[in-house]
């Protein structure tokens, strides 16, 4: 390309920049707002309060409700084995129980026995976004009745160990030590 036809490309191109802004600018009728383009609808507290369901490594934010790995299985099976597997080994989704190798192997498994430093994470992911297909439709007697299944799969509780808001914050989780705490805000790590 020479010189010359460079600036004729360029000058088309802010020419048809120019025809661009002015179209868009005739066609509609900025009122100056900033206020966002008036899309939806703002939300509000009941909006907000629905979505704040922040559970902490404590146990703060648990829901009262209990549940079982017996009462889990069932509930697994129906639920969440489509992804995660039979028994939650295997499957398109990520292994969730099975593997027994450390992170720091040459071949770690990454699952909730292995990798997850607190059982309360385990209900609160749980709560929010499964089973994939309609996240939020889970009752809490089925999320800790999912998360005893999951924990006992993964040899950390005995089949018949109830968990519930005082009981699953209670639970040491074989990597409760395995990440390094790192708060911005300067808060202490957890008790562990």
Not at 13 to 35: I, Q, R, Y
Not at 41 to 52: E, K, L, S, V, Y
Not at 120 to 126: E, K, S, V, Y
């Amino acid at each position: 390309m020479s010189m010359r036809d460079g600036s004729r490309a360029l000058e088309r191109c802010a020419a048809l920049a120019a025809a661009v802004t002015l179209s868009v600018a005739g066609g509609a009728a900025w009122t100056g707002e900033k206020d966002g383009p008036h899309l939806g609808r703002p939300a509000t507290a009941a909006d907000i309060a629905a979505w704040q369901l922040n559970v902490f490594p404590d146990g703060t934010g648990l829901p009262p409700g209990r549940g079982t790995a017996a009462q889990g299985a069932p509930l697994f099976a129906k639920r969440c084995a489509s992804c995660h597997g039979e028994e939650g080994i295997g499957g398109t989704a990520e292994e969730l129980a099975g593997g027994h190798e450390p992170l720091t192997s040459a071949v770690p498994d990454k699952n909730i026995g292995t990798y997850w430093p607190y059982a309360t994470t385990l209900f609160d992911f749980t709560r929010r976004s499964m089973p994939m297909d309609a996240p939020g439709s889970l009752t809490a007697d089925e999320i800790y009745a999912l998360t005893a299944y999951l924990l006992f799969r993964n040899g950390i509780i005995k089949a018949g160990e109830e968990m519930n808001a005082r009981t699953l914050p209670k639970v040491k989780m074989p990597n409760r030590n395995g990440f390094l705490w790192i708060d911005a805000g300067g808060q202490p790590p957890p008790s562990p």
